[in-house]
């Protein structure tokens, strides 16, 4: 399989978290496992939020069904720079 969906950045929460606009179903046209990449940088993908290491830029799929950007313990926004129509591109 292969392929590329790309978006970006929409909304950071409170938490600094930010959501992009890549929704779950075009992520399972690309299988289980994926390569996220935002700003040249490598986003290791999580099941949950805890799973990831502390002050790590991580990735996961939220409740609402998109891709997020994330660090457990910290602000991805702030310690990334990560802002509103930042591009997202997903690899398989």
Do not use: W
């Not at 930010?18 to 040249?40: C, F, H, P, Q």
Request: proline fraction near 1%; aromatic fraction near 10%.
């Amino acid at each position: 399989m292969t392929g590329a969906v790309s978006g970006e950045i929409f909304y950071i929460d409170h938490f600094g978290n930010a959501i992009t606009d890549i929704k779950s179903d075009a992520l399972a046209m690309l299988g289980d496992r994926y390569n996220v990449e935002v700003k040249g940088r490598a986003v290791p993908q999580m099941r949950y939020y805890a799973q990831a290491e502390e002050k790590v830029l991580c990735c996961l799929v939220n409740s609402s069904g998109y891709l997020e950007l994330f660090v457990n313990k910290g602000n991805a926004s702030e310690k990334y720079g990560l802002k509103k129509g930042d591009k997202v591109v997903v690899t398989y």
